[in-house]
Each structure stands twice: as C-alpha cells, then as structure tokens.
C-alpha cells in the first residue's frame, strides 16, 4: 500500500507542528505532512511574491514527487513572526490562499487558524477547480 502526503505551509513556531500535523493527519488521511515553514507563513504569503514562489518550488515536490492532494496554510496565536490580530492574521490567509488558487495547482487548499489553547480550526477549505 503506498503512503500518502498532506502538505503544510506552517510556522516555524515549534508550538504549532504537532497539533497542526496530528489534525492534518485525522482530516485527510494522510500517512504523513510534508512541512514547509516560515515565520510568519500567512503575512510572508499574503504579501511578498518572491517568498511565495520560493514556497511554491517546495510545494511541487510535495505535489509532484509525494502526490500530495491537501494543502494547508496555518496561521496561529501568539506568532513572533507575525504580531498581530487574529483579524488581521484570518485576512491574511484568505489573501494567501487566493493568491496559492491562481498557481492551478489541483489540490484541496485549507485555511487553519490554531488558537491559544493550541487548538487547530478550519477557516475555510477550497477545493481545486
């Protein structure tokens, strides 16, 4: 049986990648995440292209060479890398995974958001046109 792969765009925060993976895990199916990560991941993809395609190479290969299927874009409580409101922060992934729908990728795009209580929701899904 071949294993199969979700892909994460999360924080590089430490606090975040075990409920982030194991939620991952239980909504897809997924034998395993690949992890891509920055600080920051929702402002970094909400706003500065060229970290976006830099983030775009790595998500191919999680696409092309593990047949990834799910992506999910994590934003997240308490975030040194991006200091802001949980407001801004759910703006800032709607604005990301906008611009991630125009790279035609054909997989399932999920927003998280994980709360203080290191909780992970889903703020919306969009599933490839």
Same mark, same amino acid.
């Given at each position: 049986?071949?294993?199969?792969?979700? =892909? *994460?765009?999360?924080?590089? +925060?430490?606090?975040?990648? /075990? $409920?982030?993976?194991? %939620?991952?895990?239980?909504? =897809?199916?997924? +034998?395993? #995440? /690949?992890?891509? =990560?920055?600080?920051? $991941?929702?402002? #970094?993809?909400?706003?500065?292209?060229?970290?976006?395609?830099?983030?775009? @190479?790595?998500?191919?290969?999680?696409?092309?060479?593990?047949?990834?299927?799910?992506?999910? #874009? &994590?934003?997240?409580? /308490?975030?040194?890398?991006?200091?802001?409101?949980? /407001? *801004?922060?759910?703006? @800032?992934?709607?604005?990301?995974?906008?611009?991630?729908? =125009? %790279?035609?990728?054909?997989?399932? #795009?999920?927003?998280? %958001? &994980? +709360?203080?209580? %290191?909780?992970?929701?889903? *703020?919306?899904?969009?599933?490839?046109?």
């Amino acid at each position: 049986m071949a294993l199969t792969f979700a =892909t *994460v765009i999360n924080c590089m +925060d430490g606090r975040v990648q /075990d $409920p982030v993976n194991e %939620w991952m895990k239980k909504a =897809t199916g997924a +034998d395993h #995440i /690949d992890v891509i =990560t920055e600080a920051g $991941p929702d402002r #970094i993809m909400a706003s500065t292209a060229t970290a976006s395609r830099l983030i775009l @190479q790595r998500i191919l290969i999680s696409r092309d060479k593990h047949h990834s299927k799910e992506l999910a #874009i &994590v934003a997240h409580h /308490d975030c040194a890398g991006n200091p802001v409101t949980k /407001d *801004v922060h759910l703006a @800032q992934l709607k604005r990301a995974a906008k611009i991630v729908t =125009t %790279w035609n990728l054909g997989m399932r #795009i999920m927003m998280l %958001w &994980v +709360d203080e209580n %290191w909780s992970v929701e889903l *703020v919306e899904s969009i599933n490839p046109a």
